[in-house]
């Protein structure tokens, strides 16, 4: 969603066992958008981990 509202599109998802990639269509229109656009990543990822690893819902809704 946070990718739509910079004005991109997602082309494709791959997945790996340790991670992924996701391409983008086109360019971010600023450096601010690429960092709100990473930190939504990590902060997502970091709360699959903590689902994954059975932490406490409160962290991974928190993380969300």
Not at 39 to 44: E, K, T
Request: aromatic residues 4%; hydrophobic residues 55%.
């Amino acid at each position: 969603m946070l990718v739509r509202h910079n004005g991109l599109t997602v082309q494709a998802i791959t997945l790996w066992m340790l991670g992924g990639v996701t391409e983008l269509e086109g360019e971010s229109p600023d450096a601010g958008a690429d960092l709100r656009i990473a930190l939504a990543r990590a902060f997502l990822g970091a709360a699959a981990a903590v689902s994954h690893a059975g932490g406490p819902a409160v962290v991974t809704a928190a993380l969300m």
